[in-house]
């Protein structure tokens, strides 16, 4: 796979030429220099890839020889969201993907809640789209990571009612209290919420909502573990409820936890997202990193 020798540039693009059958981003490795993988990837996510004209954002997108590339020479395609809570990870005309910070809400409650919606709606304006920030599922307001908004009401109701056949993979990260005994395996049992709206769990059925958790210990110490959740149910407190069952609260939780607060939050963030696009069908993958103050207890 060589470099066009006489690639043609403009304002927007640079143009190169396809020599030999590969993965889309092994392409992109290969023939854009001076660039990361971490930010060749986030222009691919970005929409600033075009094959033969069309978008694509598939990482492994099957090239063949004579098709041409146009890789976005912009550092951003539209303006900037700029807030301390959300950050924009992935936007196309249907849907946009946001990390979100500690503190927020992703939806409003109450009179004048800082809420994730409400920020969205707001760069919308600014930035003269003519659509909303639709709310397809929620984070908590101190749990951290990925999230993705509807921004068209078609958008938002194939997500409702087909959610968990979109979203294939979905995955938190946390820090819990005590020493992990186990490396891995499922917990799995009903949930279901009391009259304060502290959800209980109970090994049979109790009216409530079966939840099904998988665990995956990264890493401990005699005082805290590090631990991946992966969601096969999307339940309301699930990893939280779940986690204290095994004895391992997460920590920061005032709700079901026991006072172990290490770093003064909710130790818990959405770090990982994969769904198939509603409109187009392929396949979205969003990863963020582990927050660097859960790793520095396990140092």
Same mark, same amino acid.
């Given at each position: 796979m060589q470099?066009?020798?006489?690639?043609?540039? *403009?304002?927007?693009?640079?143009?190169? +030429?396809?020599?030999?059958?590969?993965?889309?981003?092994?392409?992109?490795?290969?023939?854009?220099?001076?660039?990361?993988?971490?930010?060749?990837?986030?222009?691919?996510?970005?929409?600033?890839?075009?094959?033969?004209?069309?978008?694509?954002? +598939?990482f492994d997108f099957p090239l063949k020889p004579g098709m041409k590339?146009?890789?976005?020479?912009?550092?951003?395609?539209?303006? +900037?969201? *700029?807030?301390?809570? !959300?950050?924009?990870?992935?936007?196309?005309?249907?849907? !946009?993907? !946001?990390?979100?910070n500690i503190g927020i809400l992703s939806m409003a409650a109450g009179h004048s809640s800082l809420n994730v919606k409400s920020v969205l709606d707001d760069y919308f304006h600014k930035s003269h789209q003519h659509c909303n920030a639709h709310v397809v599922h929620r984070l908590d307001r101190d749990t951290s990571g990925l999230m993705v908004y509807a921004k068209n009401m078609e958008t938002e109701q194939i997500l409702e009612h087909n959610w968990h056949d979109i979203v294939y993979d979905r995955r938190y990260v946390a820090v819990v209290s005590g020493e992990m005994e186990e490396d891995g395996g499922t917990i799995a049992n009903w949930l279901k919420d009391n009259k304060s709206y502290i959800t209980y769990s109970s090994p049979v059925d109790n009216g409530g909502k079966y939840a099904v958790t998988h665990f995956h210990t990264l890493a401990r110490t005699t005082d805290y573990s590090l631990v991946e959740?992966?969601?096969?149910?999307?339940?309301?407190?699930?990893?939280?409820?779940?986690?204290?069952? @095994?004895?391992?609260?997460?920590?920061?939780?005032?709700?079901?936890? *026991?006072?172990?607060?290490?770093?003064?939050?909710?130790?818990?963030?959405?770090? @990982?997202?994969?769904?198939?696009?509603?409109?187009?069908g392929e396949r979205m993958e969003f990863e963020t990193p582990i927050p660097s103050s859960f790793k520095s207890l396990f140092k």
């Open positions: 470099r066009e020798d006489n690639r043609k540039t *403009n304002t927007e693009y640079t143009y190169l +030429q396809v020599t030999a059958e590969s993965p889309l981003l092994e392409f992109l490795l290969a023939n854009i220099k001076n660039e990361s993988r971490t930010k060749i990837k986030a222009t691919l996510r970005g929409r600033g890839i075009k094959v033969n004209g069309k978008f694509v954002t +598939q590339i146009a890789v976005s020479k912009s550092k951003r395609n539209n303006l +900037q969201l *700029n807030s301390r809570y !959300v950050k924009l990870v992935y936007e196309d005309r249907h849907l !946009v993907v !946001v990390e979100k959740y992966r969601l096969e149910t999307g339940r309301k407190n699930q990893i939280r409820v779940h986690s204290a069952d @095994m004895g391992h609260p997460v920590c920061g939780d005032i709700k079901y936890g *026991n006072g172990d607060n290490p770093l003064h939050r909710l130790c818990l963030h959405a770090y @990982m997202l994969c769904f198939y696009h509603p409109i187009t």
